[in-house]
């Protein structure tokens, strides 16, 4: 079956640009997270969906991060004003519930 | 707050030769999985374990859960190179998994 899709796989782009990032989950999934992965290190929880909603932002590193999910299912990571130190893989999972995640291939993001 | 601690972080081991890798939490939780990433990859899961005593076997890998000694260990047997990868171990919060910072296994031929 289809498992968690993300887009895109790579990401190019220069300092202080804009950049969306995508996660479309398992279907019925109701959880969904957001990780970054920098290279070679462990992940870095950033957020966390329980249905549309957020109960957990705590992880976002700045308030140039945003996400929102809509309709429960597609999910949008958004860095405003990219530095280089966003330079990371981004890794989404999702779960039904709080339960076992699943996690999508990741977007690679380079800041220039 | 939750931490998760992993040892060793690098592990490079002989095909043939057995190792267990470490998997410390801090606080009560009621499950652990393990995961593994190849270079480049994204995440797979390996193991559930939901309960004290839990065991669970696949190939060459065999994980176990203590609860009490908040402590889960994943054993690898007679290595292959297939199984080089970076193995993370994982435990459930309030919000989600908190990750350990994963163990890097390079087997050699």
């Known amino acids: 079956g289809a498992g968690v899709s993300q887009s895109p796989s790579n990401k190019v782009t220069e300092k202080g640009k804009d950049v969306e990032l995508r996660c479309d989950p398992i279907s019925g999934h109701t959880a969904l997270y957001w990780y970054r992965q920098s290279l070679g290190q462990g992940l870095e929880f950033l957020i966390y969906?329980?249905?549309?909603?957020?109960?957990?932002k705590s992880g976002l590193p700045s308030d140039r991060f945003s996400a929102e999910r809509t309709g429960g299912s597609v999910s949008t990571l958004t860095i405003q004003r990219t530095q280089q130190e966003d330079s990371a893989v981004y890794l989404c999972a999702s779960s039904y519930r709080v339960g076992e995640q699943f996690f999508g291939p990741g977007t690679r993001l380079t800041v220039l | 707050e939750l931490k998760v601690e992993q040892n060793p972080l690098f592990l490079s081991m002989q095909e043939e030769k057995n190792y267990t890798i470490y998997c410390n939490y801090s606080t009560t939780s009621d499950r652990l999985y393990w995961y593994r990433q190849d270079p480049g990859k994204s995440l797979e899961s390996l193991f559930v374990l939901l309960s004290n005593g839990a065991v669970k076997q696949e190939g060459r890998l065999m994980a176990s859960l203590d609860t009490k000694a908040r402590l889960s260990t994943l054993h690898i047997t007679a290595a292959v190179h297939d199984l080089s990868a970076t193995y993370f171990c994982?435990?459930?919060?309030?919000?989600?998994?908190?990750f350990g910072k994963g163990t890097h296994l390079i087997i050699q031929p």
């Open positions: 969906f329980q249905g549309n909603s957020a109960p957990d």
């Open positions: 994982a435990v459930t919060g309030a919000d989600g998994l908190t």
